[in-house]
Every structure is written in C-alpha cells, then in structure tokens.
C-alpha cells in the first residue's frame, strides 16, 4: 500500500471511528459540528488537501476557544451543536413561486426603496426561468475583467481554479487562530468572494457580489479574500441595500484584505440583514472578523460601512499598517433601532513610518437601540511619526436609546501624534419644529436631519450605492419619532 | 385671514398669554410691539404649533381653519409661515435640498405639480437677488455656519421662495447691522402684496422705519393694551413703554 493510500485509509477510518457515516451524495450535514463535518463539507467542495489540513487546524483551536463576553451586546447562548453547517443550494421550484406569495410587508419595503421587479424576485428567493439580468451582466463582465488579469469569482471557484493563489493567502491577515468567530469561520465556511488585482492593474469598474455569478446563497459563514497587487486598485462592494431575509441566525463572516506597494484597496458595505421585530424577537446575528493588511509601502485601505440591520452587530474592519507612508481609514455609519444591539468601530494598528489613518465613526440609536463604537488606535514602537485622526459621533433619536464610546489608545513611539474627538448629541426639537414650520413632516425631518449628520460618511460611497444608503435609513428610521 | 379670539396660553402653569384678540386680514401689515417678556414671541411660537405651550382658552382661526388644531407642518402648508428669533442650524443637509422638500411639501399641498431640480434652481435664484445672496449659499448646510445677518437673511429668503399667505417676523431685527436691515426690509417690502398679510413681532421702532405697518399694537403683560396707526410706534419709541402703562392705570 503507497503512502498515499495509507493516509487515505486512517482517514477514512477516522471518520468511522467517531461512529458517524455522512453520505456525501447527502444534500444537507445533519446539525451539529465535529470534525467529520468538516471533512464532509470539503469533500462536498471538492476542495484541495491543505483546505481541508486547514479546515481541521482551526476547528481543533476553535474548541479551545470561548465566546467572547467583552463586547457590550447581550444575547442567550448559543448553541453550537444544533447549527447546520452545511446544506446545498437551494433547487428551483423551493421557495416562493412568483411575488405574489412573498411577505407584502416586505414587498412594500422594495417598493420604498425603489427596488426593480427582477431585483425583487431575486432577493425574495422567488424561483424564476428567465436569466436574471444580474447573471448575463455579470458573464460579460467577467469577461471583461479577465482580460485584464482579473480574477473575481466565488472562493470555491477559486479553489478549484487557482487553489496555489488561495493557499498563499488565505489567513495570512486573519488566521484562524484570530477569535472565537474568526477560528469557527475558518473551520466550516462554505463560500464567499475571490478577487485577485494583479500587478499594475487599475480595476476599470466597482466589483460586487451583486455581479458575481453564485452570488446567492452563500451561506451564514462567508468568506473573502482580496488581493492586491503591487500597484494596483480595487474597489468593491458587499451587500445590498435590500433587506435581506435569512433563516439563518448566526452569522460569522470573515473578510481579508491584502494590499501591496503602491496598491489601494476600497471596500464599502450596506449591510441591512433582518434586524428582527418590533419586541426584538429574531433578527440576525451578526458576527464579522473584517480586516486589512497594509503590507507594501504606500498602499491604502479604506473601509465604509452603513449598518443598518441585524440584531447584533459586532464588527470592527480593522487596518495593519505595515508598510511605510501606508494609509489606513475607516467610515462607518451605524443605526440601532428598535431592539437592536450594535458594538462597531475599528482597530489601526500603525507598524510602519510615516504611517496614517482615519476613523470617522457615526452611530445613531433610535427606539431601544443600544450603539457602542469601540475602537483602539495603536502605534508600535517602529511608527515614527504616525498619525491618527479619530472622530465618533453619537445621534440619539428619543430617550429609550443608548450610544457608548469605548476608544482606546495605545502608543510607544513619542513622534507619534493622534487626534480623537468626539460628540454625542439628540436631535434636537428646536430642529425638528424648525423643519415642521417649513411644511416638512417630522418622519421627513429626522431622516434629513440623520443623512446630513452622515454626510462625510456617504460621500466615501460610489454615487448610486450612497443614494441608496440614503433610502436605506429613511426606512430604518421609520416609527422612530411619535 | 387670521382671527385670534381672548387667546390664553402659558408654559408649565405660568400664564403668558392673557387674553389677546388680533384679526389680521390680507393686505395688511401688523406690527406687535411690547417690552421684553410681554409674551410676543410666545404669541408666534403658538401660531406656528410649537411643542410646550399650554393653550388654556380663546381662539385662533386661519383662513377660517381652527389654527389650534393644526400640526405645525401642516400649519406651514397651509401658508402660515414664521421667521425664526434664532434660526435652527441643520448640520449636513445643504439649503437648497432643504429648501426644495420645503417647497415641494408646500407646493403638494397646493395642488400644484412639484418642481424638479433645474426649475427650482431658476425659480431660487431670481428669489437670491433679492436677498443680495451669493451663489454658494445654496450649497451650505441650513444655517450652519452663518452670521446673524446670513441667518436674518436666510429666513426671509425662505419666505420669499415658499410664499406664505401671513408672514409672522419674529425679532427679525434683532442682532441686525444697519445695512442688512436694509436688505432684509426692502425683501419683506417686495414679498407684500394684496393676498399676503405680515405680522412684524419687534422691540424697538427701528425696524418699522423700513417696513411700515398699517397697524401697531402692543402688547403688555400678556394683553394687547393698545392699538393705533404707524405713530404709536413712533410715541412709543419716544416716551417708552411705560407711558402708556401710567397711562393706563389712571382713570379715564
């Protein structure tokens, strides 16, 4: 018997040997999590040996690990064995058969965001026949960008197709001993984006998941790599401004970004996952572990979030700014409403000289909504001559709500300087009545009020994604005031 | 046009207001003159629905609408409009989007087709001449920024573009150097016409040298205590508000 066969046998008997048998012609893992699991889902993947060597590697830290109890959220434990971790994409035919069996309630909300029909039927998981205009957008477009060298695909075309490239990178910014969700992620995600900038190469246009083939269904435990090449520049955007239904409660996400000299990186999110109802029942948890490696000289990463759903948030795209002169930002807009819980903000951790970055956090907390922008800036002792401007402000909307600030500090170089203002104001009445006296109605007031408050946030977005982010929290808001 | 009847109103059970009767009809100009604490902004803060004002009893009708019953919006679209005292800054939100979903609301309300970006950018600016306001202003925040006189002049800006049927000008005269008086007069002049009435709530005569009103009264402790022509304005500049108080307590 070779080598090879050998370890293939001890395999296989191992999975035996935990009294388990998974069918790998089965459509769904039964719920739960073992290392048996995770051999099946990468299997099911067809995925390259040191995925699954991985895969292990983190689940067997994972077990080590707690979750995490600093972050200012409050939710009941969760169970980690009654999760399914892995289930098949769904066929046509589930699902509702036209938007006529869809929630009107969520119909409704499209129709104020001004969604298309198509659009609607996509996101509602209605099973259609016809192409979706987003599929043959998105081949013409891949071919586009292949001509340039572009590789954007799904992580699992990825590796298939360029498994050398994957294995290069693939936790070398947040390897999978990170954190508690970061190591589960590591260990069980099941899909997520690719995309690789060569050497040089200007992206001629704004990369999305929405133009990604199999952008769907993606799963609860998505993952994502970006690589930039010397020189080269990216901009990408994640999420859709649509409320996005999910059966799924749990959710860890992780997002790698690695920028090399010269090369610049900008990544904008909306995020608007189920944020639950109007007593806080269900909702979507969301735990993210996003973060950018400045490793070249010169090279930049900017992150912009608006978050506006999900029952818990807790996320804290990160930049490691290794390379001299590298630049590392943040913008984030973050609304609670309701009964949602959001702990969000950034770490810049400054290694290299001359190295800058910015925060500008906005955080607005309407109906029982509880908002903490927490934030550490950091420079080691090599930083000279690094600096930080930081600015967090807080919106409070009613007198049910909460906004904290937790920044941190951190500096062992002396050339270093920082800046950190912050300001925590209610929008005012004297406000509102003035709106009122010009025929304006209060709802209509607050919402202009709040989009002006995260107008320096908006204007980092590409244009038709931050008028949509303006929509976005005008419904969010809504029921906000009396 | 507006019909105030023994109106009597207060703040957290202090009485303010203690019976005022006022009838303002279209085409005229009223001022309402008073000392400091006589409650004339109290009367323009409750015309317009602000929030924490008791009213305890009286009257106000608008066009014949009950003026009492009305949300402050829709108090506005109906064309009552007030000149702020203060003016609110709106941090982010630029004047000319602010003003546009103003006048779009007030124009909805009158069933007139609402104004898409270009028309209303022609129609604001014949109305920023007026004014002597810069191009640019259009693009800063509400207020934001802004020295008392842009404030002053912003205000009346506003009602140049939204057209009120009654004006109520609250202090407008207040913090105001001579020269933008001047300016925001001879705009509140040229707004005057037969279908609008202005209410000019001030403290001192010199504002009514430029806008000239067809009626003074004023008010004292919550009372309109006396009404006249332009030259009670002038009587009162001279011999102070208390002359007519003395005069008031003597007998007849």
């Not at chain 1, 948890?285 to 990463?301: E, P």
């Not at chain 2, 506003?158 to 001879?186: C, F, H, N, R, W």
Request: proline letters at 4%.
């Amino acid at each position: 018997m070779s080598k090879a066969s050998e370890t293939i046998d001890s395999f296989v008997n191992r999975e035996y040997s935990y009294g388990f048998v998974t069918d790998v012609e089965q459509d769904s893992a039964p719920p739960g999590l073992n290392e048996d699991i995770i051999r099946f889902i990468s299997k099911k993947k067809e995925e390259p040996d040191f995925m699954v060597d991985w895969r292990l590697r983190a689940y067997r830290y994972w077990r080590t690990l707690e979750v995490p109890t600093w972050a200012k959220v409050y939710f009941p434990p969760i169970d980690f064995q009654s999760i399914v971790y892995y289930s098949a994409p769904k066929q046509r035919g589930e699902g509702p058969q036209s938007l006529d069996d869809v929630d009107p309630k969520l119909l409704e909300t499209y129709e104020k965001l001004g969604i298309p029909l198509k659009e609607q039927e996509r996101l509602a998981g209605v099973a259609v026949d016809a192409v979706f205009d987003s599929v043959s957008v998105g081949t013409t477009f891949q071919d586009k960008l292949a001509e340039q060298g572009i590789i954007f695909c799904s992580i699992s075309e990825a590796l298939q197709n360029h498994p050398e490239l994957v294995e290069k990178y693939i936790g070398t910014v947040v390897p999978y001993t990170d954190n508690f969700f970061a190591s589960l992620n590591s260990a069980v995600f099941t899909d997520g984006s690719f995309c690789y900038i060569p050497k040089g190469v200007k992206c001629p246009m704004e990369l999305s998941t929405y133009f990604r083939i199999n952008a769907a269904n993606t799963g609860q435990f998505e993952r994502t790599l970006i690589v930039a090449e010397e020189g080269s520049s990216v901009s990408y955007l994640e999420g859709c401004t649509a409320p996005q239904r999910d059966e799924n409660q749990l959710h860890a996400a992780v997002v790698e970004l690695l920028a090399l000299d010269d090369a610049q990186i900008k990544y904008s999110t909306v995020q608007n996952w189920y944020p639950g109802d109007e007593e806080g029942k269900g909702g979507i948890y969301n735990f993210v572990t996003k973060r950018g490696l400045c490793k070249g000289r010169n090279s930049k990463i900017s992150w912009t979030q608006v978050e506006t759903g999900s029952a818990i948030t807790w996320k804290y795209p990160s930049c490691v700014l290794v390379g001299d002169n590298s630049v590392g930002e943040f913008y984030s807009v973050a609304l609670t409403n309701k009964y949602q819980q959001a702990d969000t903000g950034t770490k810049m951790t400054h290694i290299g000289k001359n190295t800058r970055s910015t925060v500008v956090s906005k955080g607005i907390s309407a109906g029982h909504g509880q908002n903490s922008y927490r934030g550490l800036v950091k420079f080691n002792k090599n930083a000279d001559n690094a600096r930080n401007f930081s600015q967090c402000d807080s919106l409070l909307i009613g007198d049910q709500s909460g906004a904290h600030t937790f920044p941190y500090i951190e500096g062992r170089n002396p050339t270093t300087s920082v800046e950190h203002e912050a300001t925590t104001s209610k929008i005012g009445e004297d406000q509102i009545f003035y709106c009122n006296q010009r025929g304006i109605s209060t709802q209509d007031a607050v919402n202009m009020i709040v989009n002006g408050y995260c107008k320096e946030v908006f204007q980092q977005l590409p244009m038709e994604f931050a008028v949509e982010a303006q929509k976005l929290l005008g419904v969010s808001l809504e029921g906000s005031v009396g | 046009m507006l019909e105030i009847k023994d109106l009597k109103a207060g703040v957290e059970g202090t009485s303010i207001l203690e019976g005022v009767n006022l009838s303002v009809k279209a085409g005229e100009v009223h001022a309402i003159m008073g000392p400091n604490g006589s409650g004339k902004s109290t009367l323009a803060q409750i015309l317009a629905g602000r929030d924490g004002y008791e009213v305890t009893g009286g009257s106000a009708t608008f066009e014949g609408k009950d003026l009492l019953e009305l949300e402050p919006d829709e108090r506005a679209k109906e064309g009552l409009f007030l000149a702020f005292q203060y003016p609110v800054e709106i941090p982010g939100v630029n004047s000319s989007y602010f003003l546009k979903a103003a006048l779009n609301e007030v124009r909805k309300h009158r069933g007139e087709p609402e104004m898409d970006a270009v028309e209303f950018l022609q129609f604001v600016k014949e109305k920023m001449k007026l004014l002597d306001l810069r191009e640019d202003f259009l693009k800063r925040p509400v207020n934001e920024g802004f020295s008392g006189g842009e404030k002053k002049r912003n205000e009346i800006f506003q009602m140049a573009v939204l057209q009120p049927k009654l004006a109520i000008l609250d202090e407008t005269d207040s913090g105001l150097d001579i020269d933008a008086l001047k300016v925001v007069s001879s705009g509140v002049n040229r707004l005057k016409s037969q279908d609008n009435a202005q209410l000019i709530i001030t403290h001192y005569q010199r504002l009514l040298n430029y806008i000239v009103p067809d009626y003074v009264h004023v008010l004292y402790q919550g009372q309109i205590i006396r009404s006249g022509g332009k030259d009670l304005a002038l009587e009162l500049e001279e011999k102070g508000y208390d002359w007519i108080n003395e005069e008031r307590s003597q007998p007849a």
